[in-house]
């Protein structure tokens, strides 16, 4: 009995050690951050875009002061591009809709000089 409480013990003090690691922690919050993101991007305003970035650099920041694995660098690597990505879309959209915008800007105008033009 005294052996499975010691084996049990020890475990659950490796765990604790574990998230307690700083190095995975910033992972854990990179991860965290990029879920939320791509979850609720179309909803956030500038201000919450501008949020999401700022913690995207301190976490990015935290991450280069410490070793990682190459197996973590990848995880690390593939987290990023799909931040990357999610601020992508959010820039494209946001493109697109200014150029719809243009568009119907562009188009009256053309009318209202055609219509000036034929009076």
Not at 11 to 31: G, T
Not at 33 to 60: G, P
Request: net charge negative.
């Amino acid at each position: 009995m005294r052996t499975i409480i010691s084996a049990f013990s020890s475990i659950l003090l490796s765990l604790v050690l574990l998230s307690c690691n700083p190095a995975q922690m910033a992972v854990n919050n990179l991860r965290s951050l990029v879920e939320e993101t791509e979850k609720e991007y179309a909803e956030y305003t500038a201000e919450e875009w501008e949020e999401a970035i700022d913690e995207f650099s301190r976490i990015s920041e935290e991450m280069e002061k410490h070793h990682y694995t190459n197996e973590e660098l990848k995880e690390i690597g593939r987290l990023k591009g799909q931040m990357y990505a999610t601020i992508a879309k959010q820039s494209m959209g946001e493109v697109g809709n200014m150029l719809k915008n243009f568009g119907h800007q562009l188009q009256g105008g053309i009318e209202g000089f055609m219509e000036t033009i034929s009076e």
